[in-house]
């Protein structure tokens, strides 16, 4: 059994310096529950006809918050920024990345040792991807690297819109379906990792 913790990500609403009209930028982020301190799992049932040589991969089972997607788990940055004014400008990056470094080691006394799943055995499919003008601005499908600091997805807020409240807004969401790839015969046991998710703005 492989358990995905998205933990360290769960409604966190961040401050940082103020632009142009003496507001502060706001960023908001959820991964899975909104509730502050809760921590979400996907597991991945490497058992029965699923331990075999046909290597057919595993859909994750997550106790988040249910979706538009059977097993998703909402992935949603919202951003309330103080709007490109004067002289033009195009906003301001939102940047989304994700730690996956430690990938996911054996559970101490489940009988795999010190073995350690690689997280690059796991993907994704995203749902919800934007259209039109904004197309590939959000998270597109894809897998985890093993690294520290991987760029998910980047979009520009706090550009020129319509409005009285001198606010430019964007919100990124999407549902993501976690599978693992099952390539790979490890020894029997349970494996238990946590990866983290990190908003960011300038």
Same mark, same amino acid.
């Not at 991969?57 to 538009?68: M, R, S």
């Not at 920024?81 to 939102?94: A, E, I, M, N």
């Given at each position: 059994?492989?358990?995905?913790?998205?933990?360290?990500?769960?409604?966190?609403?961040?401050?940082?310096?103020?632009?142009?009209?003496?507001?502060?930028?706001?960023? @908001?982020?959820?991964?899975?529950?909104? +509730? =502050?301190? *809760?921590?979400? %799992? /996907?597991?991945?049932?490497?058992? !029965?006809?699923?331990?075999?040589?046909?290597?057919?991969?595993?859909?994750?089972?997550?106790?988040?918050?249910? @979706?538009?997607?059977?097993?998703?788990? +909402? =992935?949603? *940055?919202?951003? %309330? /920024?103080?709007?490109?004014?004067? !002289?033009?400008?195009?906003?301001?990056?939102?940047?989304?990345?994700?730690?996956?470094?430690?990938?996911?080691?054996?559970?101490?006394?489940?009988?795999?040792?010190?073995?350690?799943?690689?997280?690059?055995?796991?993907?994704?499919?995203?749902?919800?991807?934007?259209?039109?003008?904004?197309?590939?601005?959000?998270?597109?499908?894809?897998?985890?690297?093993?690294?520290?600091?991987?760029?998910?997805?980047?979009?520009?807020?706090?550009?020129?819109?319509?409005?009285?409240?001198?606010?430019?807004?964007?919100?990124?969401?999407?549902?993501?379906?976690?599978?693992?790839?099952?390539?790979?015969?490890?020894?029997?046991?349970?494996?238990?990792?946590?990866?983290?998710?990190?908003?960011?703005?300038?």
């Amino acid at each position: 059994m492989l358990v995905l913790s998205t933990g360290s990500a769960s409604a966190v609403l961040l401050y940082s310096p103020n632009l142009g009209n003496n507001q502060p930028r706001q960023l @908001t982020m959820t991964v899975g529950s909104p +509730l =502050v301190g *809760v921590v979400n %799992r /996907v597991t991945f049932d490497v058992t !029965g006809s699923n331990v075999s040589s046909s290597r057919i991969p595993v859909t994750g089972i997550t106790d988040a918050p249910a @979706t538009n997607q059977a097993n998703g788990v +909402l =992935v949603e *940055v919202d951003t %309330r /920024v103080p709007k490109v004014t004067g !002289g033009g400008g195009s906003g301001v990056t939102v940047s989304l990345s994700v730690d996956s470094s430690a990938g996911f080691p054996c559970v101490a006394g489940s009988g795999c040792g010190a073995a350690i799943i690689p997280a690059s055995t796991v993907s994704w499919i995203s749902y919800n991807k934007d259209v039109g003008n904004f197309v590939g601005q959000d998270i597109q499908d894809g897998a985890f690297s093993g690294t520290g600091s991987q760029l998910l997805a980047q979009f520009l807020t706090g550009t020129p819109g319509v409005g009285n409240d001198n606010k430019g807004s964007a919100k990124m969401s999407n549902v993501l379906v976690f599978s693992y790839d099952n390539a790979t015969l490890y020894p029997a046991g349970q494996y238990n990792g946590r990866v983290t998710f990190t908003a960011s703005i300038p």
